[in-house]
């Protein structure tokens, strides 16, 4: 019995299509963390006018699942509207690779979550959502639950990292129970910042370390 | 190429010791407690107890009853845990291991918890290695048994067994070593070094697999774990498996220093190769107090299954900590009771080593590792800022 893949998803585990970064992307989105072993940076560049993907690409620290859903779903939402990019899930990437192993869903999942992510905050910042709600506490929450603790694998919310949001004329201030020298500090700053900032109603984003 | 470098899984057999087991197939097939009835019997009896005193010789026991055969190194573990256990409660039912056992050791413990007992399970430091101090500060009156193991299986670190049987006497304690990864890479001496039990496991050294050795020192009160006949001195019931008695009894006498030696020389050149040829890359364990066989490493950036994958791909069998790999998809709690993140935990690769491993493999090995882990990290979103 070989390893458990099927040869398209080796053939995109070992020679993964749209790789690395775009330097001036309008959305970067950062979906698990390497605590939980599996993290995908999603980069998207969008025709303002069309709203075509014009260019997407990924990063991973991740398994051969991982990679190879990021390949994959990548490929298929070249090209796209950003709304039929938003309908694309897991499970489209899964049955295009000809199945994963039963464990190894998560992973792919972890990549459909990113696109979705990324969708959603470029929908956010163009202004493509139909009703604008204001900023609460309770959206910028659900928001910050994607960002993970690399420490931990656990995110932010769950592990009660957060003490106190703010929001007033326009800026949220998140306030983490975390001291400004730890070690993952920047990298959750920034995480936020990718989360919160192109609210249609924010104007700034501040975080505070108060560990 | 072909690498494995799996061995601390399990090892290819000597043919030396395929062929001494062959005719206890077809010739002496018959069970050797047999005593008082026929010769076939006799003759294969006469094969076991021959075995038993080569054991007891090489690792410094004194009575051929002391060498019990069971199935494998697990279940030598878990008769000699659960069996000391229930032999001494009058004594008390605390009991004491460490984190960082092979899974028969610390889930025959778990079982004890529970039904009842108090299990204390010892931290390690950063080098996997257990803390002298605390563990005298976890011993109580009631402290029945103190398991720790020789070797780790995962990361190679080496205890300190003499100290903890030295202290464990004092104590007046029972002290068990699951020497099965260990023994005979490194060497022990039971009634020297004050050891009342011992696991030994023959297909990590080029024996059979099916076949573990629980050294017993005379005298020490345990229990049988498994109902059924008297064999094995009324500890381990069952017909004894004969062919791979006399396989492990020849492994033994086959295993030479001199292959010890030229592993170690191997695998410090692949760890040496890998540390001057890759970045950002982490030695997992003590270099000092290491088996010869076993290295872990971690790559920096990038997850292990991926690893080990693209590895195989170039035709190495490595393993990884990976939660990713594993069937529980846990990381690996060993690393992650040393301390590490699971970040390392999920970067890590197991290299174990043989005697049929040569330098152009593990040149090889070094090559390809080296190409695997940049092509990873190509596609990493992570450690950009710390590359020169
Ligand atoms: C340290 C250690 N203990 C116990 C065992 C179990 O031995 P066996 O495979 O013979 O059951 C192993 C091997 O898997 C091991 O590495």
Known sequence: ?211 | MRVYLDNAASTKMDKRVIDAMIPFFLEKYAVPSSQFTHTYGLEVKDAVDEARASFVERIGGKHPEEIIFTSGGTEANNLAVKGVAYANMDKGKHLITTQVEHNSVLNSFRRLEEEGFEVSYLPVNENGIVDMDVLTRCIKKETALISVQYGNHETGTVQDIREIAKLSKEKGILFHTDAAIAWPYLPIDAYNWGIDLITLSPHKFYGPKGIGILFVKKGTKIKKVLDGGFNEFNLRPGTENTPAIIGAKKAAEIFSKEDVDRILLLKKRLIRGIETTIKHVEYNGSKEHSLPHIANLTFKYIEGEAISLRLDFEGIAVITGSACYSKNLQASYILLAMGKNHEQAHGSIRFSLSKYNTEEEIDYTIQKTGEVVSDLRKLSPLGREDEE
Not at chain 1, 98 to 115: E, R
Not at chain 1, 128 to 152: G, R
Not at chain 1, 153 to 182: A, F, N, Y
Request: aromatic share 4%; proline share 4%; charged share 25%.
């Open chain 1, 1 to 211: 019995m070989p390893v458990p893949y099927t040869k398209l998803v080796i053939e995109h585990f070992k020679h993964p299509h749209n790789v690395g970064e775009i330097k001036n992307a309008d959305v970067k989105v950062t979906e698990g963390s390497p605590a939980c072993g599996d993290m995908l940076t999603l980069y998207l560049k969008v025709d303002p006018e069309t709203h075509v993907i014009e260019d997407i690409k990924f990063q991973s620290f991740g398994c051969a699942s991982n990679i190879a859903t990021g390949s994959i779903l990548t490929d298929i939402v070249k090209g796209k509207k950003i709304e039929e990019a938003a309908k694309i899930t897991w499970k489209d990437a899964v049955k295009a690779l000809g199945g994963l192993p039963t464990v190894k869903i998560h992973c792919s999942v972890l990549a459909a979550d990113a696109l979705h992510s990324a969708v959603e905050i470029y929908m956010e910042k163009t202004g493509l959502v139909k009703e604008k709600k204001p900023t609460t506490k309770e959206i910028v929450m659900s928001k910050l639950s994607h960002v993970v603790d690399p420490l931990t694998g656990i995110d932010v919310v769950r592990s009660g990292l957060i003490k106190t949001i703010h929001i007033k004329d326009g800026i949220v201030t998140v306030i983490l129970d975390l001291p400004k020298e730890h070690q993952f500090a920047k990298n959750i700053e920034e995480e936020i910042l990718e989360r919160l900032e192109h609210l249609w109603d924010v104007t700034a984003v501040k975080v505070i370390f108060e560990g």
